[in-house]
């Protein structure tokens, strides 16, 4: 699903809309002509949810889960599943491209700086993972019933923050690893435990106490937390919402302090 091997055009002069936008529009048709990225990121999160929804038992209610069904569970896993597709297997691979083949170098001559590209495609997967957000909860509630958010204005900062991180994240990712092959190889280890951590085998909900209070201290597992828990209709604790924006916070600085140009 990466898109490595995709090589803009040359950098857009800039315009009355600006450098940025016009990188953006730029960045944006080509983005969308990467069918494998565009189905990972907005097709596959609901395709296994509703593979999941189709296993008659996870459509029962569960009064170990509070009365809820575990298909209930796995919407707001889904919805951290597409950001994960966006944020650490898309963008890195892609980032890590342009600056291999030196086009971010030979961008930095230009009135268009490099950081306008990255700018274009934190923006672009962080929109496609929202998109897919959006999806998710629509066939959920359509296919299986899954009640919308009870808590949207919770949900919807949880969602944020979890967007701002994988994005981070995925620039983490991107500035430590020199090649796309590294780039790949590191993404895809950290791609496997952030989607564990998320709860996509086992709900973060059913976990064993132990492991649960070991995974609530990741992204992902916080993050699973906040949805989970806005989605019920009560606001997130916010000790889940300091973890998400700790970690943030920690990998946006790390990826500005080492990521490179050329």
Same mark, same amino acid.
């Given at each position: ?12 002069? =800039? ?24 189905? &990972?990121?907005? #097709? ?29 569970? +796995? ?12 944020? @650490? ?8 491209? +342009? ?35 959006? /999806? ?7 296919? $299986? ?9 919770? +949900? ?10 994988? /994005?981070?994240?995925? *620039?983490?990712?991107? #500035?430590?690893? %020199? ?11 950290? $791609? ?8 996509? &085998? ?7 106490? #132990? ?10 597992? *916080? ?5 989970? %828990? #806005? ?7 916010? *000790? +889940? @919402?300091?973890?998400? =924006? @700790? ?6 600085? *790390?990826?500005?302090?080492? $990521?490179? &140009?050329?």
């Amino acid at each position: 699903m990466a898109t490595a091997n995709t090589v803009p055009a040359q950098a857009p002069r =800039a315009t009355s809309a600006g450098p940025m936008l016009s990188v953006l529009r730029s960045e944006a048709r080509l983005f969308l002509r990467e069918p494998g990225s565009m189905f &990972w990121i907005l #097709a596959f999160p609901t395709v296994l949810m509703t593979i999941l929804g189709l296993i008659p038992s996870f459509r029962e209610h569960d009064d170990a889960l509070g009365g809820r069904r575990v298909i209930d569970l +796995y919407v707001p896993v889904a919805v951290l599943l597409a950001m994960i597709m966006a944020g @650490l297997q898309a963008m890195p691979p892609v980032l890590t491209g +342009y600056r291999e083949r030196g086009i971010l170098r030979r961008m930095s001559t230009t009135p268009v700086r490099p950081s306008a590209l990255l700018g274009a495609q934190i923006v672009l997967h962080g929109a496609a993972a929202l998109g897919s957000t959006l /999806l998710v909860t629509a066939v959920g509630r359509i296919a $299986f019933g899954v009640r919308l958010p009870g808590q949207p204005f919770g +949900y919807l900062l949880g969602l944020l923050l979890a967007v701002a991180c994988v /994005l981070a994240l995925g *620039a983490l990712v991107c #500035a430590v690893s %020199r090649t796309t092959k590294i780039s790949a190889a590191v993404g895809s280890v950290v $791609f496997f435990v952030m989607m564990f951590t998320a709860g996509v &085998w086992v709900p973060v909900q059913t976990m064993p106490d #132990a492991l649960r209070r070991i995974v609530q201290v990741t992204p992902f597992g *916080a993050a699973s937390q906040v949805l989970d %828990r #806005a989605a019920t209709g009560a606001w997130p604790s916010w *000790a +889940y @919402l300091g973890v998400v =924006a @700790l970690w943030t916070v920690l990998a946006a600085v *790390a990826a500005i302090r080492t $990521f490179r &140009w050329e």
